[in-house]
């Protein structure tokens, strides 16, 4: 069973790199790696090159808990091929070598959606991947962590995407989410599994797998059979909501997986400016998350609008209570427009 595994990055290289460095240490035996560029502004795809020739290490402080995943950093060069969207889209150059590294320049920042389905469609493009794992930029990997996704689609070929135990990458020791999240479908939101608790307490796979109603996007595993039946991500969002969308799409035809000894660490949200309260929420993030609320929630689940508006009337209110009138005129007009 072969794998390929999927980064997206957008202006974050060096986040990028020591990712890179961990998953190329994967004891997977038959992985390789797409890094696709949506249109970096500060020179990615050439640090990335440098990397993968050896002229430049990963930046990882001395005194990094995570270090090890990393360092010493494996041998070099790392060969890759580069491709434009266009080319890449059609499955690549049929004469170019099987390399373990794939670069491609998107074009353009197309979002989470648009730029994960370029590569997406440069593995279904070849026909040799079974599975493909979408994985952050902004995060570190354990060797193991992909062998253990792909262990639990085999023991359930019901299965179409798997998710990973994610833990904070700055505190170690602390869950993120445990596979995905659920979700409250009255105010059209979120709750991420386990959030905050030890990474040492016990879990039960299947009271996670009950709970969830997606798989955390910085972390899933997806079969072939579930892009050939399902499609790729869509790009109705741009950014948020878009794995809660492909499992609307997939209800009745896949199920949902946790594989808890799959370990990923994420710095969680830097390039997005995403952060756990909507007071560290950058303009960018809030913005899209609320906006994709309603557009989820129009798409999937109309008879919830009322429910839904009557929440964004209350963030309206706290935001205006903390003077974010910039924030209010922006919850205001996603609202009203048709």
Same mark, same amino acid.
Request: hydrophobic share 40%; aromatic share 12%.
């Given at each position: 069973?072969?794998?390929?595994?999927?980064?997206?990055?957008?202006?974050?290289?060096?986040?990028?790199?020591?990712?890179?460095?961990?998953?190329?240490?994967?004891?997977?035996?038959?992985?390789?790696?797409?890094?696709?560029?949506?249109?970096?502004?500060?020179?990615?795809?050439?640090?990335?090159?440098?990397?993968?020739e050896g002229r430049l290490e990963a930046r990882v402080s001395g005194d990094n808990p995570l270090r090890a995943l990393s360092f010493p950093p494996i041998r070099? &060069? +790392?060969?890759?091929? %580069?491709?434009?969207?266009?080319? =890449?889209?059609?499955? @690549?150059? $049929?004469?170019?070598?099987?390399?373990?590294?794939?670069?491609?320049?998107?074009?353009?920042?197309?979002?989470?959606?648009?730029?994960?389905?370029?590569?997406?469609?440069?593995?279904?493009?070849?026909?040799?991947?079974?599975?493909?794992?979408?994985?952050?930029?902004?995060?570190?990997?354990?060797?193991?962590?992909?062998?253990?996704?792909?262990?639990?689609?085999?023991?359930?070929?019901?299965?179409?995407?798997?998710?990973?135990?994610?833990?904070?990458?700055?505190?170690?020791?602390?869950?993120?989410?445990?596979?995905?999240?659920?979700?409250?479908?009255?105010?059209?939101?979120?709750?991420?599994?386990?959030?905050?608790?030890?990474?040492?307490? &016990? +879990?039960?796979?299947? %009271?996670?797998?009950?709970?969830? =109603?997606?798989?955390? @996007?910085? $972390?899933?595993?997806?079969?072939?059979?579930?892009?050939?039946?399902?499609?790729?991500?869509?790009?109705?969002?741009?950014?948020?909501?878009?794995?809660?969308?492909?499992?609307?799409?997939?209800?009745?035809?896949?199920?949902?997986?946790?594989?808890?000894?799959?370990?990923?660490?994420?710095?969680?949200?830097?390039?997005?400016?995403?952060?756990?309260?909507?007071?560290?929420?950058?303009?960018?993030?809030?913005?899209?998350?609320?906006?994709?609320?309603?557009?989820?929630?129009?798409?999937?689940?109309?008879?919830?609008?009322?429910?839904?508006?009557?929440?964004l009337f209350v963030a309206l209110l706290r935001r205006a209570r903390r003077g974010r009138w910039d924030r209010v005129r922006m919850i205001a007009k996603l609202c009203w427009s048709p």
């Open positions: 069973m072969s794998a390929w595994i999927v980064i997206l990055n957008w202006n974050g290289w060096a986040d990028t790199i020591e990712c890179l460095e961990t998953v190329v240490r994967s004891d997977y035996p038959d992985c390789r790696v797409v890094v696709c560029d949506n249109d970096s502004r500060d020179g990615s795809l050439e640090h990335i090159k440098a990397w993968a070099k &060069p +790392v060969p890759y091929v %580069e491709y434009e969207r266009a080319v =890449a889209e059609r499955g @690549g150059d $049929s004469a170019a070598p099987d390399v373990p590294l794939v670069l491609i320049q998107t074009g353009g920042n197309l979002g989470f959606a648009g730029g994960n389905n370029v590569g997406l469609r440069y593995v279904v493009g070849r026909g040799d991947g079974d599975y493909v794992w979408l994985l952050n930029n902004d995060t570190v990997v354990r060797p193991d962590s992909l062998g253990c996704l792909i262990r639990e689609t085999q023991q359930n070929p019901h299965v179409g995407i798997v998710g990973s135990t994610l833990l904070y990458y700055h505190a170690p020791d602390t869950v993120q989410t445990l596979g995905g999240a659920s979700y409250n479908r009255w105010l059209a939101l979120p709750r991420h599994i386990g959030a905050l608790q030890s990474a040492s307490f &016990p +879990v039960s796979a299947s %009271e996670v797998t009950a709970r969830m =109603a997606y798989v955390s @996007g910085a $972390s899933m595993l997806v079969s072939r059979d579930f892009l050939r039946e399902v499609g790729f991500l869509s790009e109705d969002y741009f950014l948020y909501f878009e794995e809660l969308d492909w499992t609307a799409r997939a209800k009745g035809k896949f199920e949902l997986a946790y594989a808890p000894e799959s370990v990923v660490y994420h710095k969680e949200g830097g390039t997005a400016g995403a952060r756990s309260t909507e007071v560290e929420k950058s303009w960018v993030a809030d913005y899209h998350f609320i906006r994709n609320r309603i557009v989820f929630t129009r798409k999937f689940l109309p008879a919830m609008l009322p429910t839904v508006y009557f929440a």
